[in-house]
């Protein structure tokens, strides 16, 4: 017989400890226990979940995915998301079935007889109660461990809320990726830039579009709105500083509980998020549409370039982010601080705070009894006029697609709840005649 040494007889024995400690991680609470019998099924785990390991564990990105809570309130196969569970949050909660088997039995299983955690994407073979997530992942959805990335995942997609939208699935960061390596546009686009298949189809889309002479048009950049003449005004536009003003129209003008209302430069009021591209690149778009200024002044990155104006990235809360529906919430707040600065707009006659979207100059005739609550039009002192919006009173209702008392649409709502125009619906193609002269009837 060989001889060993004493040192070689101790590692030998820390190893042998250090692998039954690990294999013992995976059975239940208590006393270890010889394996089942021959086709007999594993003995179910009891106890608290944080006996073995952390609740959730502290490796790679458990931790982004599930926010730490009481071990007793977890439970095995818990598809339950963040608002089931809290009223807010930094973290998001995605409940342990998401990503690993709804059976509690499965919980010993070693699946994959490989002595790793048992990672089961696919949607749930019969309908689950409250499953508003894992049953929209592809039936083909899995976990890498070579490359330790997921794929065909509802949760890193573009997030289509009806049930038979078709749905563009990403590939995630790898699990022990640095905090931050996904961005908006990782997952849906920033903006959301599908194409429309119309407004009574599954997947309607109005965030970014193309019109009938190949420009983009959409919900984006800033007043009066992409495709107007002179393009947005929002930050003096190109060549005009002094001469025009307006504000953003960002993400948080319409997902106000989804965005992060911090997520500001300093001082500031409006979300900041520069690094969006509105530039749909299809073969029917106009190819020479990125030499004029009117186009250019719709894409951030024209002055957003971290020397001429501050560069921002995307931030939201996780509270109503990728809970299975599109969310909704238009900016309530009524005015712009007395504080904020920058507007670009000349001083107002009277003086006094303004509503958060404004143009200036506007031109345009309207009846000021037609347009929608928090709507005004404003003199300035210079004699010139300027369109004022708060969209504390607007909504959308997600049956109809439709939205109401939106400022930005003017005296539209009048004549939609008179009957005498189709209202606006969230995913329509690009119209002139409908789409301008039915805004600016008076125009």
Request: contains cysteine.
């Amino acid at each position: 017989m060989a001889r060993i040494s004493l040192k070689d007889a101790l590692r030998a024995l820390a190893l042998a400890l250090l692998l039954g400690s690990a294999c013992d991680s995976r059975a239940p609470i208590g006393p270890t226990r010889a394996p089942p019998p021959p086709g007999e099924p594993p003995p179910v785990a009891t106890g608290a979940c944080d006996s073995c390991h952390g609740a959730p564990p502290a490796t790679g990105a458990h931790l982004a995915h599930a926010m730490m809570v009481g071990a007793d309130a977890l439970v095995y196969g818990d598809l339950r998301i963040l608002e089931d569970v809290a009223t807010g949050g930094t973290r998001y909660a995605f409940g342990c079935g998401h990503c690993h088997p709804l059976d509690p039995a499965a919980h010993e299983a070693d699946l994959g007889n490989d002595g790793l955690p048992d990672v089961v994407l696919t949607p749930p073979p019969q309908p689950v109660a409250g499953d508003a997530i894992k049953r929209r992942n592809a039936p083909q959805a899995a976990w890498d461990p070579a490359t330790g990335t997921c794929s065909g995942v509802y949760c890193h997609s573009s997030g289509l809320a009806a049930p038979d939208a078709p749905l563009d699935y990403r590939t995630t960061p790898a699990w022990t990726a640095a905090p931050g390596a996904l961005a908006c546009d990782g997952c849906h686009g920033n903006p959301p830039r599908y194409r429309s298949a119309g407004s009574a189809s599954a997947a309607p889309n109005s965030h970014l579009q193309l019109a009938g002479d190949g420009w983009e048009w959409g919900h984006y950049a800033g007043l009066p709105g992409a495709w107007h003449p002179s393009g947005s005004k929002h930050g003096g536009g190109l060549g005009w500083a002094g001469e025009s003003a307006a504000a953003p129209i960002t993400c948080q003008t319409c997902h106000f509980d989804t965005v992060d209302p911090a997520n500001v430069k300093g001082g500031g009021f409006y979300y900041l998020d520069t690094r969006g591209s509105y530039a749909l690149d299809v073969p029917e778009a106009d190819p020479t549409r990125k030499e004029s200024l009117d186009w250019q002044s719709s894409q951030c990155a024209t002055c957003h370039d971290g020397a001429r104006a501050r560069m921002g990235s995307g931030k939201v809360l996780p509270l109503r982010h990728v809970n299975g529906r599109a969310d909704v919430v238009f900016d309530p707040r009524p005015t712009l601080p007395s504080y904020y600065p920058g507007t670009g707009l000349p001083l107002l006659t009277p003086p006094g705070p303004i509503a958060p979207y404004y143009v200036w100059p506007f031109n345009v005739r309207v009846d000021a009894a037609a347009l929608p609550p928090g709507t005004e039009v404003r003199k300035a002192s210079d004699g010139t006029s300027v369109l004022a919006v708060s969209l504390e009173h607007a909504s959308y209702d997600p049956a109809t697609r439709t939205c109401s008392n939106v400022g930005c649409h003017l005296e539209r709502q009048a004549y939609a709840d008179a009957g005498s125009v189709k209202p606006l619906r969230w995913g329509d193609a690009y119209e002139f005649y409908w789409a301008c002269n039915y805004c600016h009837p008076r125009f």
